[in-house]
């Protein structure tokens, strides 16, 4: 199973994407999947214009993320909490496809701050945007607060007691992602 973790953060000395290196590291021991990290400091995309599909002209940029996001089979957001809601580079790059690089497949949410309260705010508002694209929000969210305490810049755990929490998120992130495969699977075998 492919699963694609978007780290949607493009700021200077971001906080974010260690988390999103600590969540890669943690699913490559699964052998069943194939997670894949997408950077999106390192896509550079140009500010929405049109989806992919109605542009005239689309940047290459947006045909390579287009196709990552096609393969993908589930997705983890993992955003920082902008005033109360997520990155808006996550939103950029959300508004430049359609719904169908998105829709029935899983797609956990894990937001990151550097205070106490781990960017519930952000979640929730993730979990709206989610379900507009006709796709499934995991119900149970990863919050990591003070983040700066629980990744080094590779993404290392240095704080053993959050694995917990990693673990918890991980297995319903899981169990919603490979449910939702196996029925996909199933209709495309039928049509």
């Known amino acids: 199973m492919n699963v694609t973790i978007i780290s949607a953060s493009t700021r200077l000395g971001r ?5 999103a290196l600590g969540l890669l ?13 997408v950077d999106l400091a390192g896509y550079r995309l140009p500010l929405f214009e049109e989806t992919l599909a109605r542009h005239p002209d689309p940047p290459q940029v947006l045909l390579e993320l287009g196709a990552i996001l096609s393969q993908s089979d589930a ?3 993992v955003t920082p909490e902008y005033n109360g809601s997520y990155s808006p580079a996550l939103k950029n790059a959300v508004d430049s496809f359609n ?3 998105f829709a029935r497949k899983a797609i956990g949410i894990v937001t ?16 709206h945007l989610i379900l507009a694209l006709f796709a499934y929000p995991v119900p149970q969210m990863l919050l ?16 053993a007691a959050f694995e917990k929490n990693i673990a918890s998120f991980v297995k319903e992130f899981l169990w919603l992602a490979e449910a939702v495969y196996e029925k996909r699977n199933s209709e495309m075998v039928k049509i």
Not at 15 to 19: L, R, S
Not at 25 to 37: A, D, M, V
């Open 25 to 37: 590291n943690y699913l490559q021991p699964f052998e069943h999947l194939k997670p894949q990290l």
């Open 99 to 101: 719904k169908t690089e």
């Open 112 to 127: 990151v701050t550097t205070g106490a309260m781990g960017g519930v705010r952000a979640g929730l508002a993730l979990q």
């Open 75 to 77: 997705m983890l957001f």
């Open 144 to 159: 990591v607060p003070a983040v700066q305490n629980k990744f080094d810049d590779e993404g290392n755990l240095l704080d």
């Open 15 to 19: 906080q974010t994407h260690k988390a």
